[in-house]
């Protein structure tokens, strides 16, 4: 399966949701010529969601030739209106947007809503609607400002006005089946271990007989990513633990554990938190903390690289949100909502050549993967942690005492979490230092101490999320050991923003 992405925020989100349903897909940009698309021999297209306008000049279009080609075709939100536009029907401001929860009226199932309700609750994101069907279009379903919500033809050519990739639409997995198996004809058989003997030979295809640089964070990304690379490689990976002073408190020791006396990688550490602190002082500014955070990291890892010979690549853990909150390559038309160090922070003098086989995998899928390739539990499901660290979880100027502040209250609300047997349960769990002040009282004294942040929050992907409705007794064991144990902090909130329309991170 093909998704041709035209800067959906979801794009790689739907390919995520096809690989669910055991059907190898990958992602390729929307205006690909139809000629390599079709040496790609996919069974069936997705054309995805995105932020412009079909009617517009220079808004991204499809290889016609793609879209009368044979193959089945899904249209999804954009996708669906690029769809009727590129076969005659109009499509124009609707007037009032559509966006959020909404419910669709099945009038014709025709396979894509077999064995579903009439009624569907979906999740609409667009400003745009269909006024008229392409010739040999029927309607399919209707909502309450769509008259047209889902078409489809003879052909197979399917469009539907929502997204049934987001949670947000509840049938939408089974709606993604029918179009893979009744539609498409797919069998379901792509499993996470096919991807690892892909990703092998990648690596090997992408090497030869280079040598490799990785650059371990602690976190599963890059452990997953250092383990791939010495499979396909074994003895010419050497892995660096730059401990930037912003790693959460223990973290360098277990990193050295795993990968070095559990899987036998060459592993090397560098103490450069002077130089990131150096690098930092005075920043406020997130984007310029990402910056300055990606170009010092880098730095380091080109001078201890000169140290060692041959060394040509350098392997990171990057995954597929990252990628597409930064607005890379891969992205086409999305628009930038931060920038990850280890994409939009990397400078374009960058010495090495990256190798990054998790590009366009999502957490869970990483997570699978390092099961299977045999890594730690207590690794592969960690929480996952911002590459820039604790920096972007200070909001204001990164010291070394508010570091070290920050450090003591993440580590109790990890701890209390835990305890509380929750923390399989949570996408994320830590604390924000804010830059924030308020007065307080202890024992008999005034005090005037800094604000404390919980964010917990539940999620499939990262793409989307909730808060966590933790139980009122594990905040109040939080809030009270924060406040009791960590000097300067004399007041603790909690978090209840979800994703839309905040991020996870503050930062």
């Not at 008229?132 to 008259?147: M, Q």
């Not at 920043?283 to 903390?289: G, L, N």
């Amino acid at each position: 399966m093909l998704v041709l992405d035209f800067g959906s925020q979801y794009s790689q989100l739907i390919a995520r949701r096809v690989r669910e349903a055991g059907v190898y897909c990958e992602l390729i940009a929307g205006t690909m010529p139809w000629e390599t698309i079709r040496a790609r021999a996919p069974k069936a297209l997705i054309l995805s969601g995105g932020p412009a306008s079909v009617y517009e000049d220079g808004a991204p279009r499809c290889d016609p030739a793609a879209l009368d080609a044979g193959l089945p075709v899904l249209g999804i939100c954009y996708g669906m209106q690029l769809l009727a536009y590129q076969l005659g029907g109009k499509v124009a401001n609707a007037g009032k947007r559509e966006y959020g929860p909404a419910s669709v009226r099945i009038q014709e199932r025709a396979r894509l809503f077999d064995d579903l309700p009439a009624n569907l609750p979906v999740w609409m994101s667009h400003g745009d609607t269909i006024l008229e069907a392409p010739a040999g279009f029927r309607r399919l379903a209707e909502s309450e400002n769509s008259t047209i919500a889902a078409m489809a033809d003879e052909a197979g050519r399917f469009g539907i006005a929502f997204h049934p990739e987001v949670i947000h639409t509840p049938q939408g997995r089974e709606i993604l089946r029918n179009f893979l198996y009744r539609v498409a004809g797919c069998g379901g058989t792509w499993k996470p271990a096919a991807f690892i003997e892909q990703a092998t030979q990648a690596i090997r295809e992408q090497v030869g007989d280079g040598r490799v640089l990785c650059a371990l964070s602690g976190g599963v990304d890059s452990a997953v990513c250092a383990t791939l690379v010495h499979r396909a490689i074994p003895g010419r990976l050497t892995c660096l633990i730059v401990d930037n002073g912003l790693l959460r408190r223990d973290e360098r020791r277990r990193v050295e554990e795993v990968m070095q006396r559990h899987l036998g990688i060459d592993l090397k550490a560098v103490d450069a938190g002077d130089e990131f602190l150096d690098a930092l002082r005075g920043i406020v500014d997130p984007e310029e903390k990402r910056r300055r955070i990606g170009a010092t990291f880098i730095h380091v890892f080109e001078r201890e690289a000169a140290s060692l010979s041959g060394i040509d690549f350098l392997a990171q853990g990057t995954l597929y949100p990252d990628v597409i909150e930064s607005t890379s390559h891969d992205t086409h038309n999305a628009h930038r909502i931060k920038t990850h160090h280890n994409v939009g922070g990397l400078p374009a003098d960058l010495r090495f050549k990256l190798v990054e086989p998790l590009r366009y995998l999502f957490k869970d899928e990483v997570r699978a993967i390092g099961s299977e390739l045999g890594l730690p539990d207590d690794m592969v499901h960690r929480q996952p942690f911002p590459g820039p660290g604790l920096a972007v979880r200070i909001i204001g100027d990164v010291t070394r005492e508010r570091l070290e502040t920050l450090r003591a209250a993440d580590w109790i609300v990890v701890d209390e979490i835990k305890s509380a047997g929750l923390y399989r349960s949570l996408w994320q769990s830590f604390a924000i230092l804010t830059p924030l002040q308020s007065v307080g009282v202890m024992g008999d004294y005034r005090t005037y101490g800094n604000v404390v942040a919980v964010r917990a929050v539940q999620s499939e992907d990262g793409m989307t999320a909730d808060w966590a409705r933790l139980p009122y007794e594990v905040l109040a064991k939080i809030s009270s050991r924060i406040v009791n144990e960590v000097r300067g902090v004399n007041r603790v909130v909690y978090d209840i923003s979800s994703k839309p329309p905040s991020t996870i991170e503050w930062e």
